[in-house]
Nanobody, 120 residues
Framework: QVQVMESGGGLVQPGGSLILSCTAS????????MGWYRQVPGKQRELVAS???????YYADSVKGRFTVSRDNAKNIMYLRMSSLSQEDTAVYYC??????????????WGQGTQVTVSS
């Protein structure tokens, strides 16, 4: 049994900052790539940032220079530090993790999402 859970969402004013966390737990052998996605109603879920096990990162153009993704492999946690937030960043943010469990099977797991609302 594996669980992936996001935390840290909430209401923030434009120009503000927020840190999201994603924690994976359960019968985990290893985690390869992890990513943050976001989705607004009526639109497709989009990749915001991703990070490999050796800390290679990718950022969508819309968040470059404002968001920073990092991870702690020992604790199976990924972070997303968001700054200079604007209303366009309002969305439900989802964590995705590619996990190999103790049986050897590798599966992509999703969290349930955390709402980020940027508003004055």
């Amino acid at each position: 049994q594996v669980q992936v859970m996001e935390s840290g969402g909430g209401l923030v004013q434009p120009g503000g900052s927020l840190i999201l966390s994603c924690t994976a737990s359960g019968s985990i052998l290893s985690i390869s790539s992890m990513g943050w996605y976001r989705q607004v109603p009526g639109k497709q879920r989009e990749l915001v940032a991703s990070i490999s096990r050796d800390n290679s990162t990718y950022y969508a153009d819309s968040v470059k220079g404002r968001f920073t993704v990092s991870r702690d492999n020992a604790k199976n946690i990924m972070y997303l530090r968001m700054s200079s937030l604007s209303q366009e960043d309002t969305a439900v943010y989802y964590c995705n993790a590619n996990i190999r469990i103790v049986t050897g099977t590798r599966t992509s797991y999703w969290g349930q999402g955390t709402q980020v609302t940027v508003s004055s």
